[in-house]
């Protein structure tokens, strides 16, 4: 079975603060995909990164960065000096991609990050 | 321009009534999804389909049907058998390309209200 644990259910802060998101997976298919989106107040769902299983560089844009490690199955991401455009649900989501499981897409519970000015 | 259509937005329904949300896809994508968001539960999947003619069941898929007749097209009907059906209903698609799985893309979403 695959699920994904986001532990944090709303986090909250001040602007200017640093803030990490933790996504834990569990899967058994050794190639599968995983994403973060961004779904803001108006309700649809905005794609942040895609990561494959077999990469596990870490990745930086602009404010936002994601530390991928296989070792603990985690796809954590930070957001550095936070604004308040940045309150929104973030959700990790993992993609199978190996299996009789193969195309399944499973979201975490999202995390609700409310950045306070 | 491209992308995922969910109608109506909102839909209101009498309990014990059969009701079918509609998605259209124009971005040639093979995947459909379909998600049921509940406040404090994230996307739960419901059913996804890789191929035409073809779908497979989500976590929580009692209650709900689909059909994939053609590639751009995955409608989803919620059923009497549902038993909490009022929730915010998201389908999505996306594609291979290359041998890489892309990003999924998201339609608006479809408000569900049965009273």
């Known amino acids: 079975a695959q699920k994904v644990t986001q532990a944090q259910t709303e986090i909250s802060v001040v602007e200017k603060e640093d803030v990490t998101l933790d996504c834990v997976y569990e899967?058994?298919?050794?190639?599968?995909?995983l994403f973060w989106y961004k779904q803001p107040p108006s309700g649809e769902l905005v794609f942040l990164i895609r990561r494959n299983s077999f990469d596990e560089q870490n990745e930086i844009s602009g404010r936002y960065s994601w530390n991928f490690q296989k070792s603990t199955s985690s796809f954590n991401f930070t957001i550095t000096a936070s604004q308040v455009v940045d309150s929104a649900v973030y959700f990790c989501a993992l993609f199978n991609a190996g299996g009789t499981s193969y195309g399944k897409l499973t979201f975490g519970q999202g995390t609700i990050l409310t950045v306070h000015p | 321009d491209g992308g995922i259509t969910q109608s109506p937005k909102y839909l209101f329904r009498k309990e014990g009534q059969n009701v079918t949300l509609s998605c259209e896809q124009n971005l040639n994508h093979d995947a459909m999804y379909w998600y049921r968001q509940d406040p404090g539960q994230g996307l739960r999947l419901i059913y996804y389909?890789?191929?035409?003619?073809?779908?497979q069941k989500g976590d929580i898929a009692e209650g709900y049907s689909v059909s994939r007749e053609k590639k751009e097209s995955f409608p989803l009907t919620v059923t009497s058998a549902q038993k909490n059906p009022t929730a915010f209903y998201l389908c999505a698609s996306s594609r291979t390309q290359d041998g890489w799985i892309t990003e999924a893309f998201f339609g608006q979403g479809t408000r569900l209200t049965v009273v």
């Open positions: 899967t058994r298919d050794t190639t599968y995909y």
């Open positions: 389909s890789q191929i035409v003619n073809d779908f």
